[in-house]
């Protein structure tokens, strides 16, 4: 099956070059991760010639969203075996960024996943030489994992799950996975659901561990009055107005958001609204969106330069979401009115904030659910309905608080799947070193 993907991938390299070199030089992101991910850089010199150097583990997450979720494994397995044991790979511009903020304190060295080729994924072994792999959520790729094996490196897939439509996926190319699947010494999955579904495309059960979701285990974002005040003088935000974070916004989400926006302001409430896009190049399209529907939106960069008081700021940089999430009185979670799946609503959970969240949440459904039945979160479904429940929230404040205690009791009652983890992969070196 290897050789088949390497034949077809070189292929489709040779046949597609005129393409994809444009497709690089012109495109800033991929300019600058190209040769980092072709290439990988040595680690810092002075790399100790110990047990712990010698048994590296390599942890990988895919982009922003695995780089959040793996924080708290990070930190645990630093605590537990030394940072100077462990080395962090993301595969995108903005999951390196994030890592490098949230990360990189934990861990020894923080690089660049490598494209799938041969050549690349040697180079990446030669240089961290692991001596087992964790990899977050999901990143699949044959030459990788087939590498590890041939190496008899031990790999694992921790806080797996299944969406309805990788499912789908994974059921019609079933011949190609199971080989690959295999590979994994355990996978961790988050539920019951997950689990089955996994047999279904071929996972040994006595490879697979329901442990939970370790996103549960990230640590909240704590903010005083004092820091509150601040960040509300930064962000030059009107003394008293309620404030409305829309956090990891989709193309085609804003639209709606403005819509909502407008109907907020026109039943009296003079609120912020602070919009996070997911792709922060994204920043000052959505400010047009905005401005084009009568609503004035600037973007931090912009604020920071000319400061006034705003009705919308829209985030032009990563790493700030959390805090923002803290600082709100509503929290509209996107990903959700438009089919992206969804994103976490555990981060405005774990700060006790009322969340809303649209109908398309497949890739935190279980999360999205619990939240629900609790009492925790409201789904809504256009902009009339997000308009008309940021409102309720905004004026009734004993619901508010309400809603934002219920979000709060399912992230707590629900953490400890890193220690679960960290069983798992413990015991199965353990079984493996000498």
């Given at each position: 099956m290897v050789y088949v993907y390497n034949v077809a991938m070189g292929l489709a390299i040779f046949l597609l070059w005129p393409i994809w070199v444009p497709l690089v030089w012109n495109r800033k992101?991929?300019?600058?991760?190209?040769?980092?991910?072709?290439?990988?850089?040595?680690?810092?010199?002075?790399?100790?010639?110990?047990?712990?150097?010698?048994?590296?583990?390599?942890i990988h997450a895919l982009s922003v969203g695995e780089v959040l979720s793996a924080e708290p494994l990070v930190k645990a397995l630093a605590k537990k075996h030394g940072a100077r044991s462990l080395i962090f790979t993301a595969s995108t511009q903005t999951g390196v960024e994030m890592a490098t903020r949230l990360i990189a304190p934990h861990v020894w060295a923080v690089r660049y996943?490598?494209?799938?080729?041969?050549?690349?994924?040697?180079?990446?072994?030669?240089?961290?030489?692991?001596?087992?792999?964790?990899?977050?959520?999901?990143?699949?790729?044959?030459?990788?994992?087939?590498?590890?094996?041939?190496?008899?490196?031990?790999?694992?897939?921790v806080n797996a799950r299944l969406s309805d439509r990788s499912f789908r996926g994974y059921k019609r190319a079933g011949r190609l996975m199971a080989p690959l699947l295999s590979v994994f010494g355990h996978i961790c999955v988050q539920t019951d659901s997950d689990r089955l579904r996994s047999q279904a495309i071929g996972v040994?059960?006595?490879?697979?561990?329901?442990?939970?979701?370790?996103?549960?285990?990230?640590?909240?974002?704590?903010?005083?009055?004092?820091?509150?005040?601040?960040?509300?003088?930064?962000?030059?935000?009107?003394?008293?107005?309620?404030?409305?974070?829309?956090?990891?916004?989709?193309?085609?989400?804003?639209?709606i958001l403005s819509a909502a926006y407008r109907e907020v302001c026109a039943a009296g409430i003079h609120a912020v609204l602070i919009v996070a896009p997911r792709d922060p190049d994204r920043a000052e399209a959505v400010c047009q969106i905005f401005n084009r529907s009568g609503c004035d939106a600037v973007t931090l960069s912009q604020m920071e330069r000319l400061p006034a008081p705003i009705r919308v700021l829209v985030i032009d940089r990563i790493g700030m979401l959390r805090n923002l999430y803290a600082l709100a009185d509503v929290a509209f979670v996107g990903g959700s009115l438009v089919r992206a799946g969804g994103h976490n609503p555990l981060e405005p959970a774990s700060v006790a904030k009322p969340i809303l969240f649209g109908p398309h949440t497949d890739d935190f459904r279980w999360i999205c659910q619990?939240?629900?039945?609790?009492?925790?979160?409201?789904?809504?479904?256009?902009?009339?309905?997000?308009?008309?429940?940021?409102?309720d929230l905004i004026v009734d404040q004993v619901d508010s608080r309400r809603v934002g205690r219920c979000a709060y009791g399912v992230f707590a009652k629900h953490r400890g799947a890193v220690a679960r983890t960290l069983t798992v992969i413990d015991a199965a070196a353990c079984r493996r070193d000498p």
């Open positions: 992101k991929r300019r600058r991760t190209f040769i980092k991910r072709l290439f990988m850089d040595a680690l810092p010199r002075g790399d100790p010639e110990s047990i712990d150097a010698r048994r590296k583990c390599w996943f490598p494209y799938d080729t041969l050549f690349s994924v040697n180079r990446a072994l030669n240089v961290i030489k692991p001596r087992r792999v964790v990899i977050v959520e999901t990143d699949i790729w044959p030459n990788f994992l087939y590498r590890l094996k041939r190496c008899r490196i031990p790999v694992y897939l040994p059960d006595d490879r697979l561990k329901t442990v939970g979701n370790i996103k549960f285990d990230q640590a909240p974002a704590r903010m005083s009055i004092v820091e509150r005040n601040q960040y509300k003088e930064k962000f030059n935000l009107t003394a008293g107005a309620p404030i409305w974070v829309a956090g990891s916004t989709h193309e085609g989400e804003e639209d619990t939240l629900e039945k609790a009492g925790g979160a409201i789904r809504v479904h256009d902009a009339d309905q997000l308009a008309a429940r940021v409102v």
